[in-house]
Structure formats: C-alpha cells, structure tokens
C-alpha cells in the first residue's frame, strides 16, 4: 500500500513538475516574441541634408555648405541602408529647394522639411550640417550636435542626448575634435538652446530651432548635426574639401545612428 502512495506521489510530482515547465516556457516564449516584436520594428530615419541653392548655408573659400551637406546625407543613407530594419528618406536629393524656391520663404522651407519627415512617420529627423564662426575666428574647430531641449517633451530630449552621443562619438573616429562651444555644458558637443520669446502649448521656452520645435509639437525628435567648421583650416582641409571626406562623415553618422538603434547589418 505504501508503495502504491509513494508511485501516487512521485506521478502527482511529475505531472506538476511537467505543467509548471509547460508554463514558465509558454511565458518564456511569450517574453520572446514580445522582445523580437520590439527589435524587429522598422525604424523610419529622415536625412535632412541642410539648406540647398535657395536658402544657402555658409560659404568660405572653395567650401559650399548646401553641397557638402548633400554629399554627406547620400553617403550617410549608402551606409545606413546597409543595415536591417532601417529606412531612409532625405528631405531633398538635388541641389535646388523642393520647398518653394524663394529666398524669403526659410521658415517655410524648414516648416515642409518637418511636414515631410511626419508624412513618412519619422521616429528621427536628423538634420547634417556644417558650421562657420561668424567672427570668422579660427580657432573655433570640431562637431557639436543640438539635440532637444528639455521642455514638453523630456523624452525627446532624452532621445536627442544619447543619438547625439552615439554620432559624436563616431565622428572623434574620423579625427574630428568636439567642439567646445559656451552653450555646450562642460565640452560636452551636445547643445540645446531655447527660444527667448517663444512658448510650448504648456508655457515653457520653445527650443530655439524651428526644426526642432516644429517636429517636438509634431511627435518626434530633431537633431541637428554640425560636423565641422569651414572656417578652421585644419577641419576644412582635412574634412570638408573631398568626397572621400564627406564619405567618411558620413558612414561616422550612419554608425552612430546604427549603434543608437542596435541595428544589424544585413
Ligand atoms: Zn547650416
């Protein structure tokens, strides 16, 4: 009799072992499939590749702004593309402004770049740029990234921070300093500057940008990537005067965006 119990017991004691293993797999692969959802969701990044012939950029010596700024943005995207789970837009691909070609009308123009970047659903608008010291002081050097400032959307900010960070620190790869600019707390290369007059929906200083305050009403983040200064020598020669140069600005970018987002390489 005892027997009979104990065979009882321990078939009792398998049965739970074996359904209580069911489930904790049932939640294990639940946990799974949850998880590959998240990272297989398809990122949407828009290119902005700063000014054109219309709304012109700086210019010194043989350097062109709205034309650098276009090469790095198409081998930025080259790049990008060859990761998965990643699609990328540019708010423009010649050199003329697809906004209305009209010297006056730059708020517009910006105001249809964020308008572009939403109707694609961008999680990210990711502005490229280049920088000039009005001034026209030489020792200004080196990239910086103005990322969203912490008003009515922290997350965005937050957002802004850690992308800037990642391209930052790609672009230091390619010999580039950070640049250490007043508004960049501690050499930092991340920015963010507010508007002095202008007002979020909930009353605290808009961010001084346009592409950054439209697209943060609109849902998303800008940032805006200032990769050297045509008025350095050293960063112009070495940086900005070849499309080999350019290339390399923009795979750095690219890369930083990759690690940002824990993209795969196809
Ligand atoms: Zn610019």
Not at 114 to 134: F, R, T
């Amino acid at each position: 009799m005892k027997t009979y119990f104990k065979k009882i017991i321990t078939i009792a004691i398998c049965l739970i072992t074996i359904l209580s293993l069911m489930a904790s797999n049932t939640v294990i692969s639940e946990a799974k499939s949850k998880s590959s959802k998240k990272s297989s969701k398809n990122i949407v990044v828009v290119l902005d590749p700063g000014h054109d012939t219309t709304h012109m950029g700086c210019h010194y010596e043989n350097f062109e702004e709205g034309i650098a700024n276009l090469y790095i943005a198409y081998y930025c995207k080259q790049e990008l593309e060859k990761y998965s789970g990643v699609t990328v837009y540019m708010t423009r691909y010649g050199f003329d402004c697809p906004y209305g070609a009209n010297p006056d009308t730059t708020s517009d123009c910006l105001t249809s770049r964020v308008e572009y970047a939403k109707s694609v659903k961008a999680d990210v608008l990711i502005s490229l740029h280049n920088d000039y010291d009005p001034d026209l002081d030489k020792s200004q050097n080196g990239a910086k990234v103005i990322i969203p400032n912490p008003n009515y959307r922290p997350d965005l900010c937050i957002k802004g921070h850690d992308l800037g960070q990642s391209i930052l620190t790609q672009l230091t790869t390619t010999g580039l300093a950070v640049n250490d600019w007043k508004l960049c707390p501690n050499g930092t290369g991340l920015v963010t500057r507010d508007s002095e007059g202008g007002r979020y929906p909930d009353g605290s200083a808009k961010d001084y940008y346009a592409l950054i305050n439209k697209s943060k009403v609109s849902g998303f983040a800008t940032i805006i990537v200032e990769h050297a200064f045509c008025t350095n020598d050293s960063d112009r020669i070495n940086h900005l005067s070849t499309p080999e140069q350019y290339q390399q600005l923009g795979i750095a970018d690219a890369t930083g965006i990759a690690n940002y987002y824990g993209l795969k390489l196809k």
